[in-house]
């Protein structure tokens, strides 16, 4: 299995920037995707971004096109998500999850993704 911690969640202002991270214990396929979700009480939990650990190849949901950016460093076997121009609706728990699941793209559904961090909240006021 892989174990997945998330760091880097805190309270911001509208406007502003916070980068979050995610550890994770270890892959043993080299092809996996990763993604970022978010979820507030009372919602379902909404796919953010994903990135495919061999193409880098990323997607964006339409609300944070354009201010999140996913990235993965393999080596270091970590996600990242950095978020810019953060607005009041941005405000979640946000986790990232990993799936050996490819099937020539990376899913943005939740139910594609087997293992799954702890959260980090993310409040934007």
């Known amino acids: 299995d892989v174990q997945l911690v998330e760091s880097g969640g805190g309270s911001v202002q509208a406007g502003g920037s916070l980068t979050l991270s995610c550890a994770a214990s270890k892959y043993t396929n080299t092809s996996y995707c990763m993604g970022w979700f978010r979820q507030v009480p009372g919602k379902e939990r909404e796919g953010v971004a994903t990135?495919?650990?061999?193409?880098?190849?990323?997607h964006y949901s339409d609300s944070v096109k354009g201010r999140f950016t996913i990235s993965r460093d393999n080596g270091k076997n970590s996600l990242y998500l950095q978020m810019s121009s953060l607005k009041a609706e941005d405000t979640a728990m946000y986790y990232c999850?990993?799936?050996?699941?490819?099937?020539?793209?990376?899913?943005?559904?939740?139910?594609?993704?087997?293992?799954w961090g702890q959260g980090t909240q993310v409040t934007v006021s």
């Open positions: 990135i495919w650990s061999t193409t880098g190849s990323t």
């Open positions: 999850a990993a799936s050996y699941r490819v099937f020539g793209l990376c899913s943005s559904a939740d139910y594609a993704y087997d293992y």
